[in-house]
């Protein structure tokens, strides 16, 4: 099986997987031994790839061996039999996958001897303590061994304890990487259990846990001594153990929160176990293999140091810990409610909010959600409101924790600064030593210990964090929000940045955890909740809040264009902040707003944010699939466009998948006399009846000048009809018609082509991309033909044509007076059609003063037809003929430069087989033409030796030329200087030498 024919096989197989499947065959894929060309292809690129994409990174960059044994391997731990056995059929010539044997997983020589007395049971009391330790590590509402399923799901993508996977010759450095909070600590002690049970010797094997947050904490030491540290009973077994490093597991626990110095973990590299360094180097000797090569590694660390760790780890596999899936969520909160419907009713709640059911990966947030919601319910409470913002979420959950009027100020601000301090030291666990430092003290957590706000460590009761990361970052808000008393606005700011330093972008990039502080910030801005607040805890609200977040976003230019990532950061903390106020300040400066939403939160967000835009005048929008349905929970059916948008000019809506309720909003709106809409561009959109539905809404828009439509248009009867009312608007100023993607039938344009005649506002015409056919054509150029037709541009571009319609086509070159840009290109039209034309340009009456003939199957021959017009009266002054073979057309071309008479002022020859030697007659032309202004020679393989002849010529005299693109492979010190020479002799003159890009010019930039 050739490359190709493997390529295409595989992405047949992979297309046939659902999103998820596709994420898990990617997981998997990534735990098995990578070949070294796939090892370094960056795990983001797999990770964004479709089923096509992956296929073709595979073929580049893995054997055909490896690739049909392990897709075999994966689809059988996907557990698609019908897969599989295609997969097997398709891929493996005997339908048998290859084994390879994997001497780290089987019996060694040594593993034969018997083991000494009493070490079996030895090593099962450990595991049997890890154990404890481990069941008693999971999260608040679990039952039934509800974590058994979630843990074991990502177990077997670990390759030192999975026997069937292939190995690799070095051993296994695991990373298990994710969020805070889904399970990657549970996951790696669950690890430690089953290293016994899967390494199936008589001698024992080793585990040893070593969390960071505890190393953080520890001075210089031996390897040894470190291990040694939380299991004296191995004291004096330590130097065997040791010597047998292929029995012992290391599990690094959260490397994310060892507290070093960047550099230190590289820092004095050491491989002698038994020499006392500082923590760090022994960790960083461990992770490089200097120290205890041949022993299995497992790290957990969340996203963060990830970089970091690819510097540092030999060839590591990544496993990303997803936490609970969205069925693992569901099975969650039936669960917790017991009632079916009650469960499915706050679980969708949860998920008409994007953010907060992402957060729902994490378990501990899933207790939260179904704690705060459960309550609601039981007091007859409306929880909807609830899940609209994550602080809503939160604020509820942290108030129904405590009785009202609980008087908690000082503690809750004594909470809220620890929380802040160890944001910004992105510190997530705090030792005792930590809360005296930071002047919070033991009684202070008490209360919000007994209440699930705080946890404490059960292995080591000197550690404290939150509950979960989140609340960690909504009580680094309260920090902000809660009015600062005298003697404490002085207090701790040297290491807690202010508002301002909160919200900037290089602070976020450096510490990504300010990011939901700031959104939580934002909530916190509310009146209501502020109350809320005061009247449980009986603290007081900072009333300047507001003011401070309106000055910290002054200083954007909101009048230009944001980034859509800066647009989208706006518009969510504005609808988090659910205070219309503060919209109304921060939007009404927005002209311009091009936004993507992909989920429903995202829709809402722009929402609340667009009915405060009282001068927006360009709309962009795109809308991902899912994000408008008709049956979703949240949709609100009355959701329209406030009137204040009275300003809107231009609305685009492309690539969007929309309902039938959505389109009727926004058509709604462009009904309305308060719109005046000028520009609308309508593209690819669904459902197709939106199309129908837009140009009934057009009709009567007497301000509309621009209308674009392109995508599968049903081209029916009513279609026909809305389009005749819309050309025939009384006072209708319609000038420039884009329509795109039509497959009509000859009689439907010659139906169209009567409408273009009853209108007298049309200027530009675009067909694009439409079945026209010479049939079809010919119709219309009947139309064009006629006296009252006022038409200016033309586009036909990929409609289909040939020769059979470019007579007709030159007759109205011949007598249509208006007619100024013409582009048909993409037209296989030929040397023929060519001819013909070129005897419409040669008449005095033709006007054409722009013609697009890119990729239209033009040789020599047509060169001599168009070099014969330009020496002739001929009005032409813009020629494309980009993406044709001209290959020695050139030198008959270079004949009509040379002639006075010729007025071209831009020519374009973008890959058009162009040879060096034609270059000693171009620049000859070149020297005597005064007219050329710009000339494309890019993508033509003209070389060093025919760059250097036409630099030559150009360096003689000052010409008309301003532009020149030409390809160059290499830059010569020889190309350099003529070129600064050229520059010199022509100082206006602007030369492109990389004018080698893949894809060819816009065809008709001078069309819009």
């Known amino acids: 099986m050739t490359s190709p024919q493997l390529q295409y096989t595989l992405q047949t197989l992979l297309e046939q ?57 994966v689809f059988e731990e996907l557990n698609l039999p019908e897969l599989t056995k295609m997969a097997k059929e398709e891929l493996l010539e005997d339908g048998q996958v290859e084994e390879v044997d994997n001497p780290e997983l089987g019996d060694s020589e040594q593993d034969l001897a018997l083991a000494k007395p009493g070490e079996k049971e030895e090593s099962r009391n450990v595991m049997d303590q890890q154990s404890l330790v481990w069941r008693n590590s999971f999260w608040r509402g679990d039952s039934d061994n509800f974590h058994d399923h979630v843990t074991q799901r990502n177990q077997r993508f670990i390759p030192f304890l999975n026997p069937g996977r292939p190995t690799q010759p070095s051993p296994y450095t695991v990373v298990l ?49 470190l291990i040694a540290k939380d299991r004296p009973e191995l004291q004096d077994d330590i130097p065997n153990i040791l010597a047998e490093a292929q029995r012992i597991l290391f599990v690094v626990d959260g490397l994310d929160e060892l507290r070093v110095p960047p550099g230190a973990l590289i820092h004095d590299i050491c491989g002698d176990w038994k020499k006392p360094k500082p923590v760090p180097v022994l960790l ?105 913002t994550r602080t809503g979420l939160f604020l509820h959950f942290l108030c129904s924790r405590f009785p009202k009027g609980a008087q908690l100020g000082d503690t809750l601000r004594a909470l809220s600064t620890l929380a802040a301090q160890g944001l910004w030291a992105q510190m997530s666990v705090f030792h005792t ?71 900037s972008s290089e602070e976020r990039v450096q510490n990504p955890d300010l990011i939901q502080a700031g959104h939580f910030l934002f909530g916190l801005a509310n009146e209501k909740r502020a109350t809320e607040l005061e009247t449980t805890f009986g603290c007081v609200m900072s009333r300047e809040i507001k003011q401070e977040l309106l000055r910290c976003k002054a200083h954007l230019h909101v009048k230009k264009p944001s980034s859509m990532a800066g647009l989208k950061e706006i518009l969510c903390c504005l609808y988090e902040s659910q205070e219309d106020e503060l919209a ?82 926004l058509c709604d709106h462009i009904a309305r006399n308060t719109c005046h809409l000028q520009k609308a561009e309508i593209k690819n959109v669904t459902p197709d009846t939106a199309y129908r539905d837009f140009c009934l809404a057009f009709i009567g828009k007497t301000t509309l000048t621009h209308l674009t439509l392109e995508g599968h248009i049903e081209w029916e009867h009513t279609m026909l009809l809305l389009l005749c009312d819309l050309f025939r608007t009384p006072k209708g100023n319609l000038q420039y018609l884009r329509f795109g993607g039509h497959s009509a039938t000859p009689e439907q344009w010659g139906d169209f082509s009567l409408l273009l005649k009853a209108n007298q506002s049309l200027r530009h015409l675009h067909l694009s991309a439409n079945l026209l056919l010479d049939e079809g054509a010919k119709l219309l150029y009947e139309t064009l033909g006629h006296p009252t037709n006022l038409l200016q541009k033309l586009s036909l571009e990929n409609c289909h044509l040939t020769e059979a319609s470019c007579k007709e086509l030159a007759e109205v070159l011949i007598v249509n007076q208006h007619l100024t840009h013409l582009c048909l290109a993409k037209n296989p039209i030929g040397d023929k059609g060519v001819q013909l034309l070129c005897e419409g340009l040669s008449y005095p009456d033709c006007k054409l003063q722009t013609l697009v003939l890119q990729q239209c ?8 037809a168009i070099s014969k017009v330009l020496q002739g009266v001929c009005s032409l002054t813009d020629l494309d003929l980009s993406l044709n073979h001209i290959g020695c057309g050139l030198w008959i071309l270079c004949q009509a430069l040379e002639n006075p008479d010729c007025n071209l002022k831009h020519l374009r020859l973008w890959s058009c087989s162009l040879l060096p030697f034609y270059c000693q007659h171009l620049g000859s032309a070149l020297i005597s033409n005064q007219k050329l202004e710009t000339l494309d020679l890019g993508q033509n393989h003209l070389w060093k030796s025919g760059i250097i002849k036409l630099f030559e010529f150009l360096k003689q005299r000052t010409g008309s030329l301003k532009t020149l693109r030409v390809k160059t492979y290499d830059t010569s010190l020889e190309i350099e200087k003529l070129s600064e020479e050229v520059k010199e002799k022509n100082p206006e003159l602007m030369i492109d030498c990389n004018a080698s890009g893949e894809a060819a010019p816009p065809c008709c930039d001078s069309f819009c």
């Open 284 to 388: 960083g000797s461990l992770l490089k293999r200097k120290m205890l090569p041949k022993a299995a590694l497992l790290v957990t660390t969340r996203p963060t140091p990830l970089k970091d760790l690819q510097l540092l780890a030999e060839k590591p596999i990544y496993i990303r810990v997803e936490g609970f899936l969205e069925e693992d969520r569901r099975a969650y909160f039936l669960r917790h409610f017991g009632d079916e419907d009650q469960a499915m009713h706050a679980f969708e709640l949860m998920r008409s909010n994007a953010a907060l059911f992402q957060l729902g990966s994490a378990p501990t947030v899933c207790w939260m959600v179904c704690t705060s919601l459960k309550l609601q319910m039981e007091n007859g409470e409306d929880p909807a409101p609830t899940c609209h």
């Open 584 to 665: 109304k300040v921060v939007m009404a400066p927005f002209q311009e707003m091009s936004i993507h939403l992909t989920n429903t939160s995202e829709m809402m967000q722009c929402y609340f944010s667009l009915k405060h835009c009282p001068d927006l005048e360009k709309l962009s929008l795109q809308v991902a699939k899912g994000v408008f349905l008709e049956n979703y929970v949240d949709f609100d059916p009355d959701f329209e466009l406030e009137s204040s948008n009275s300003n809107l000019k231009f609305l685009e809506v492309r690539q969007s998948f929309l309902s039938e309720s959505s389109v009727r909003v």
């Open 17 to 73: 997987l659902s999103e998820g499947e596709l994420g898990t065959f990617k997981s998997i894929l990534w735990a098995f031994p990578l070949e070294d060309v796939l090892q370094k292809t960056p795990w983001s690129e797999v990770e964004e790839a479709n089923g096509q994409k992956l296929a073709e990174i595979l073929v580049n960059t893995s054997s055909e061996c490896w690739i049909r044994n392990v897709t075999v391997k």
């Open 177 to 225: 990487h994710g969020p805070a909070g889904v399970g990657k600590t549970t996951l790696a002690k669950k690890c430690m259990l089953d290293w016994k049970d899967y390494n199936l010797g008589p001698k024992a094997r080793y585990a040893f846990y070593l969390s960071c947050k505890e190393l953080s904490r520890l001075g210089p030491c031996s390897f040894a001594e």
């Open 433 to 503: 030593e930590d809360l005296e430092s930071f002047g919070v003290q033991e009684s202070d957590l008490r209360p919000f210990l007994d209440r699930g706000i705080l946890r404490q460590d059960r292995d080591s009761k000197d550690y404290y964090s939150f509950l979960h990361l989140s609340l960690q970052q909504f009580f680094t808000a309260l920090f902000y929000a809660l009015e600062k008393e005298e003697e404490d606005r002085d207090r701790h700011a040297w290491d807690i940045g202010d508002v301002q330093k909160l919200l």
């Open 857 to 864: 199957n033009i040789t020599k021959h047509g060169c001599r």
